[in-house]
């Protein structure tokens, strides 16, 4: 029988097929070829591949024309997060719907809807124990309810991501009950172990990522004679990447998320992807060989969609994350950069960024391949105080010091603290202790409207959009967190509900305050003040084209450790973003800024002139300017 002709939509995927094997076949060779089932994944994987394209809706196959037209479309300023739970941003999946006005009005183009895949029952890790990859969490619709929202997103321009954990399932998942019934086949999707003989042997070099709540790695399961690797908490089941048909089932989920309108899967926990005896089994060579891999499969067959990388980790060790060496440019597209939020919350501690732009400066390049940074001062999760030992040398500080007295300080121990926090996950051993609070409320906002303080609060207000304009301009994608654009406080209301009461990071995840969003235009609250100074700060970065995230980002000496400053070095010429971290006036010499490149004196982010007071430029507390 002759061979059907190809049509065009043959000819793309064949195109595209051939633009990225160069990225796919040697990592799947390398991790995989020496197995006498290699030949037969090949082929499955490239069928996967071609029906996942051949079921893509052709909206979503247009979409993937102007995103191969426009690679760059990601690191555009037009670009603005925003990030919330279903549930308590407004009830359901159709309770989005209501509210796309909101967010289009503060200027949103990117939407993270925090775990909504189906968890498992009871306790799941805040929705990351995914039981079905493939259905929505009943409690916030349907999968046609979901489809029904990227939909009226996309056709607002704004791009939806979603959560999709690569590490691990939840025990009651298909895969899981098949491999705890004995069936062999899915037994090998996990890492299980006959004794805990291995298990011991692994927990040699091993961390504990919930010490307290889900201590070990390992769990025994006598009901199937089994030891299971469960590195974050019991429920959650270790996939096994060292066996291609993982690789094969999540493609499969990839495809079918794409192709119901996902623009940005968030990878979560890839560090521990891959394991290797005698090591922490995290960030090994083999998990960047995966993820360039699976990047592959995406640019192959659904060429829209980008990763966000989830690796909370060092900055030596975050970067490959983005693409590194071999990996450059096709790995990552998105990652978080943690370490601009802690050193964020330790300036405005310290009153002193010289920490801050010795590790921004020490620590990461000024530009990335075809990748940038989710940056962000809040989110989800608690705070960890991820400052060295050897960057606090830098600084003549101690580490184990200088991480004791941010925690005291943002808990409110510290005397003359502004600040309102809770302690998460303190670590005996070392005496690191974590902190959960709301943006507003670490930044002073509660403690000042409690103390009915009218200074206190509009400083309170000047730090919080100090903050949101920090992350607009570093480079890369800022990310709000919902509520922040509304200086919402922390919600002590999680204590009376058991299942959040042993988790304090419920304090910073408040359910969204409409009717504060409702008067947003009215007023002089501090939440209209910051509503309307974030929605001008996303427009002000729209229309800044220097803040491009693919233009470099370089740390710069403006003549004082209450400024941090950084140039964004643009082809037309550079924008030099200074943030006074202090309460005080602060001034800095004319000839020095000029000296940086600086020519018009204009800030961009006020879209006014800048007054020169005999040869000096005077910023307020807590002033932020975007210099051209």
């Not at 943002?410 to 943006?439: C, H, W």
């Not at 709000?480 to 988790?503: K, Q, R």
């Amino acid at each position: 029988m002759a061979k059907a002709p190809s049509t065009a939509d043959d000819d793309i995927f064949d195109l595209r097929l051939k633009r990225s094997a160069p990225d796919l076949w040697p990592m799947l060779d390398a991790l995989y070829g020496g197995r006498p089932d290699y030949p037969g994944f090949r082929e499955a994987l490239l069928k996967a591949l071609r029906n996942g394209w051949k079921a893509r809706p052709a909206d979503l196959k247009r979409l993937d024309l102007k995103r191969d037209l426009e690679p760059d479309w990601f690191q555009r300023p037009d670009m603005a997060g925003y990030v919330f739970y279903i549930d308590r941003f407004n009830g359901t999946l159709r309770g989005i719907l209501d509210k796309l006005d909101y967010l289009e009005d503060l200027g949103i183009t990117y939407v993270h809807l925090m775990p909504c895949l189906k968890p498992r029952p009871g306790d799941s890790d805040g929705g990351y124990s995914v039981m079905d990859y493939r259905a929505i969490n009943p409690a916030f619709g349907t999968m046609t309810d979901f489809e029904e929202v990227s939909s009226a997103l996309r056709a607002r321009g704004i791009s939806l991501c979603v959560d999709l954990v690569l590490n691990h399932t939840a025990k009651e998942h298909a895969w899981a009950r098949k491999a705890a019934k004995g069936d062999p086949t899915y037994q090998d999707y996990y890492l299980m172990f006959e004794d805990d003989s291995l298990p011991r042997r692994y927990e040699e070099t091993l961390v504990e990522v919930f010490p307290d709540n889900a201590p070990g790695n390992f769990t025994r399961y006598p009901q199937f004679g089994k030891w299971v690797w469960t590195t974050f908490n019991e429920h959650q089941w270790d996939l096994n990447w060292a066996n291609p048909a993982v690789f094969l089932e999540i493609v499969e989920i990839m495809l079918f998320l794409a192709n119901r309108g996902v623009e940005v899967l968030r990878l979560d926990a890839v560090a521990f992807m891959w394991k290797r005896m005698g090591t922490r089994c995290q960030s090994e060579p083999e998990v960047h060989m995966l993820l360039q891999a699976l990047r592959a499969c995406s640019r192959i067959a659904t060429a829209a969609v980008i990763h966000l990388e989830e690796a909370i980790v060092s900055p030596s060790e975050m970067l490959p994350y983005l693409g590194r060496g071999r990996h450059d440019g096709k790995e990552g597209n998105l990652a978080y950069h943690n370490s601009l939020m802690v050193q964020f919350w330790s300036s405005l501690a310290t009153r002193d960024t010289r920490l801050m732009s010795h590790v921004m400066r020490t620590h990461f390049p000024e530009w990335l391949t075809n990748a940038t940074f989710a940056t962000y001062i809040r989110c989800h999760d608690d705070i960890g105080w991820a400052v060295t030992d050897e960057d606090a040398a830098a600084l003549h500080l101690s580490g184990h010091a200088h991480r004791a007295f941010l925690s005291e300080f943002y808990v409110g121990d510290f005397p003359g603290s502004f600040a309102r926090g809770a302690l998460f996950q303190v670590n005996e051993a070392t005496g690191d202790k974590r902190i959960s609070g709301s943006f507003a409320s670490l930044a002073g906002l509660e403690q000042a409207m409690e103390a009915r303080d009218a200074a206190g609060v509009e400083t309170a207000v000047q730090r919080i959009l100090m903050g949101h304009a920090l992350i607009a301009s570093y480079g890369g994608i800022p990310l709000i967190y919902m509520g922040d654009e509304l200086a919402l406080p922390n919600d002590y209301g999680y204590l009376d509900v058991p299942e959040h009461a042993h988790d304090s990071r419920w304090i910073h995840r408040p359910q969204m305050d409409w009717q504060a969003a409702a008067t947003r235009h009215d007023g002089n609250s501090p939440a209209a003040q910051v509503f309307w100074g974030t929605r001008h700060i996303l427009a002000r970065r729209k229309a800044t084209h220097a803040l491009h995230a693919a233009f470099p980002v370089r740390v710069v000496d403006c003549g004082t450790g209450a400024v941090f400053a950084f140039l964004r070095q643009a082809p037309t010429g550079v924008v030099l973003c200074l943030f006074n971290f202090t309460e005080n006036w602060q001034h800095l010499a004319e000839d020095r800024i000029r000296s940086l490149g600086v020519e018009a004196m204009h800030d961009a982010l006020s879209d006014n002139p800048v007054q020169i007071h005999e040869g000096r430029i005077a910023l307020p507390p807590y002033a932020r300017i975007w210099l051209t």
